[in-house]
Every structure is written in C-alpha cells, then in structure tokens.
C-alpha cells in the first residue's frame, strides 16, 4: 500500500481579497515549522462552464512569484484540452480540469505532466466517477466537487462522500494511485465526514477567509482532519 499523506490543506483564494492577493497568500503561508497550507487553490472559471467569471493565467503567473506556496489551479473552464497546459509550463504544482469539460482526458494528463506539474481530474456532484475510473489512471489527483462549482459559500454535499470512499478504496487497494481531494462547503462541521470517508486534501474558501485569523483556520481544519483519520500517522506531504 503507498504511503498515506498527511491531510493536506488547500486554501481557496476565491473567498479572499482579490486586491491584495499576495498579502492573501501570505496570511496562510504558516511559520518555520511548517504548520501553514500546503497548496494555494486558485479557482480560474470563465463564465461559459460555470456561471461565474474570476481570473486566469496572468494572476496565476503573478501569484507565482508572490509566494512559496505549491499552487493547484481549478480550471473551471470549456476546452481545457487547449487551455490547461499553459497553467503547468507556468510552474503551477497541480492543474486539475473537469471531465464534463474535456475532450480527451488522457492527452491532456499526458500534457500537463510533460511541463511538470501534477494532473488533476474533477467531477461535479452529479457526475458519476465510474465512468472516469479507467481514466483516472493518468491522473495525479480526482477533486471531488461537493457544491455545484461556481461559487463560494455554498453548502456541503454530503452524498458526493460515497465517490469519496470508492476512491479510497480503490486508492487504498493499489488500483488507482491518486490524491483525493474534495472542494465545496468544507469547514469545520464538514471537514470530519470529508476525512472519515477517505478524502487526502481538502479545499476551503470561506471557512478559511471568512475567518478572523486564517492562518489558524488552516491549523483548525488539519487538526481536525487528521483527528478523523486516525490511519493518517506519517507526515508525507502530497
Ligand atoms: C467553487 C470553487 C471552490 C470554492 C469553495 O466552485 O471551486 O474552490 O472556493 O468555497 P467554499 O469553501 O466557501 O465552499
Ligand atoms: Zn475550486
């Protein structure tokens, strides 16, 4: 069985102050001992794959040179087979696009990989993960969506954890080897089921930037996460 990484925490930058996002990031980069979020999740939609517009590969370059911080970029966004790899030739960690958007999954794994970054699959609520377990193969990571994409500050949707636990168990059983992340409504009366169902990465937007220190919301949330996974003892870092 591989090793089980610690959980990881993602800050979604949706939520922050898009005027000062370096401070932003900063605010949740943690101290020497390492305690602060281990990726950034930067949400790029483009109003036609979702009702919402927020930015794009521009800031992400910025925001490359702002911080430190490992970035995993949402592409919620129509022909991703054309617009994601540029994310990872700009040094992006993981990029992950949605399977309802892309035309052939498996090239652009195979892209994103070949500039250097992760590959990241994501499936929206009512998209069923049997139909991307063969494609899920090539990928890095699968990014559970537990809200329709769009938004922040929506609520958790419980019934995406079972997509959850099926990965975890085919993770768990050497059949697939990604990371499962989850995205929507995380927060501190969520974060535990997340956890507990099997998820490794967690995305939070609100119940990070919403908070009155988000620096200690990141330490909040990895507690807890890493109190409801109980299997979860080694440190490695995803
Ligand atoms: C929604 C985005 C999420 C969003 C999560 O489409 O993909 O990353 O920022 O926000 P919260 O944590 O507030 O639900
Ligand atoms: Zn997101």
Redesign the pocket.
């Known amino acids: 069985m591989a090793p089980v990484p610690a959980p990881l925490i993602a800050p979604?930058i949706?939520?922050a102050d898009f005027a000062r996002l370096a401070d932003e990031a900063q605010a949740v980069a943690g101290g020497p001992e390492g305690d602060g979020a281990d990726w950034l999740?930067i949400?790029v939609?483009d109003a036609h794959f979702?009702p919402?517009l927020t930015l794009g590969l521009p800031v992400v370059e910025s925001l490359l040179k702002a911080t430190d911080i490992p970035l995993d970029c949402?592409l919620?966004i129509e022909d991703p087979d054309r617009w994601a790899p540029p994310y990872a030739e700009a040094g992006a960690h993981n990029v992950t696009v949605h399977a309802e958007a892309a035309s052939d999954p498996r090239k652009i794994a195979k892209d994103l990989r070949a500039a250097g970054a992760k590959a990241g699959l994501s499936v929206k609520p009512n998209t069923p993960l049997e139909d991307w377990l063969e494609v899920l193969r090539d990928y890095d990571t699968l990014l559970v969506?537990s809200?329709?994409?769009?938004?922040?500050?929506?609520s958790?949707m419980p019934e995406v954890l079972d997509k959850v636990r099926t990965a975890r168990r085919l993770v768990d059983t050497g059949h697939l080897t990604v990371l499962v992340e989850i995205?929507?409504?995380?927060?501190t009366d969520t974060v535990e089921a997340a956890a507990e169902a099997g998820v490794d990465c967690f995305?939070?937007?609100?119940?990070?930037y919403?908070a009155d220190d988000p620096g200690r919301a990141v330490e909040a949330l990895r507690r807890q996460a890493a109190h409801a996974s109980p299997h979860r003892t080694s440190a490695t870092r995803g």
């Open positions: 979604s949706l939520s999740h949400d939609m979702v919402n949402h919620m969506m809200v329709e994409p769009g938004f922040g500050g929506q958790f995205d929507g409504g995380i927060g995305v939070a937007g609100s119940a990070v919403g």
